[in-house]
């Protein structure tokens, strides 16, 4: 069963890590990575800390994310272990059955209610251990109902959820214990990793066409050149670019038989003198905006390219009209600074000389 090996995995790698006194404090479903083989791997242990299971020592409770924080971290405890971590772990075992997340709540008052749904109210001893606000606690009593919240969980995949997400963390026992479950040792057993779903990537699958890898090898290296410093390339990002490079690759070899077929006909208009057909003009779009063979692809496939070219001699226009309007502005306000000039501390010669009106 694919769910009890990744499961598995999961309880193996939190045994390894408590095991050297490490908890890992944000464990979900983003920071566990699996590989094309099906291995699971924990990874991002930016929140992750030491700590000492007999000496007491004050940890932080704003860590794990909302939706797998287990309630002592929401009610204030900086006195915890490796519950927090067995916590996150059921969550996702319940998450792996249902599809979806199973308590995912807006703030710590609605993450609480939704625990205390699941999960049943606390005794009257744990809130006296625990000492929270009052308006922490739940407005009713509220008994466990894993059965009826998920009627697709078997009953051994019930009986790990109930020992995992108990309130008391001294009931969630540690990762070794977990794994003893019988869960894992009853019918059907987990699977190995040659039954788990193989994830391929497009590197694995030979492509027909190479065009748009060379497409896309030649924007990366043109990028290098337009500065020192490289930016992060994402996933969805490389994405992107792979589908431009195959946009550009359609677009390229449409343009590639138009010029064919209209060489062809150039040819057959000049090596005859009595066609009545005459060899059409160049076109007038300027140098700097034809095709370069080292421009990104990207920028030549832009859907506005074709239309900004074509409409060149209005920009020239435009920015001549534009050049016209700001001489004249500079003209009118040299004139309004001449005349605006305090005259009433000038005799009649000085002014004269300033306007042009001396004697010869």
């Not at 009627?151 to 997400?165: E, F, Q």
């Amino acid at each position: 069963m694919q769910v009890k090996s990744y499961m598995q995995q999961l309880l193996a790698g939190l045994e390894h890590c408590h095991e050297r006194g490490i908890l890992h404090r944000d464990i979900k479903g983003s920071n566990l990575l699996i590989d094309k083989n099906g291995v699971l791997k924990i990874a991002d242990f930016g929140l992750a800390n030491f700590y000492k299971h007999k000496t007491k020592c004050p940890l932080t409770n704003r860590v794990v994310t909302l939706w797998y924080r287990a309630p002592e971290l929401l009610l204030g405890s900086r006195d915890y272990g490796v519950g927090i971590d067995l916590w996150s772990a059921g969550c996702l075992l319940a998450e792996m059955f249902a599809g979806r997340p199973i308590m995912p709540g807006r703030n710590e008052i609605e993450q609480l209610h939704k625990i205390f749904k699941l999960c049943g109210s606390p005794t009257e001893d744990y809130w006296k251990n625990v000492k929270p606000p009052a308006t922490f606690r739940p407005p009713q009593q509220y008994k466990p109902n894993f059965k009826e919240a998920f009627p697709c969980l078997p009953d051994s995949a019930l009986g790990l959820l109930h020992r995992l997400l108990a309130l008391d963390p001294s009931y969630r026992g540690t990762a070794a214990s977990a794994l003893q479950n019988e869960f894992f040792i009853s019918s059907p057993l987990p699977c190995d990793m040659s039954g788990l779903p193989v994830i391929s990537t497009d590197e694995d699958e030979p492509s027909q066409s190479m065009d748009w890898r060379r497409i896309l090898h030649r924007n990366q290296k043109s990028q290098k050149n337009y500065g020192t410093h490289r930016r992060k390339v994402s996933f969805s990002g490389l994405i992107a670019d792979i589908a431009f490079a195959k946009q550009e690759t359609h677009r390229t070899s449409s343009s590639q038989s138009q010029e064919t077929a209209y060489s062809s006909s150039s040819t057959a208009s000049v090596t005859n003198p009595n066609s009545s057909q005459e060899i059409p003009p160049r076109s007038p779009t300027p140098a700097a905006f034809r095709s370069q063979p080292n421009r990104a692809a990207k920028t030549e496939a832009h859907p506005n390219a074709l239309k900004n070219i074509k409409n060149y001699p209005l920009l020239i226009a435009s920015l001549t009209e534009a050049a016209h309007h700001l001489e004249e502005s500079k003209l009118g306000l040299y004139r309004r600074s001449i005349s605006n000039i305090d005259s009433r501390n000038l005799d009649l010669e000085k002014i004269s000389k300033l306007f042009g009106f001396e004697d010869n």
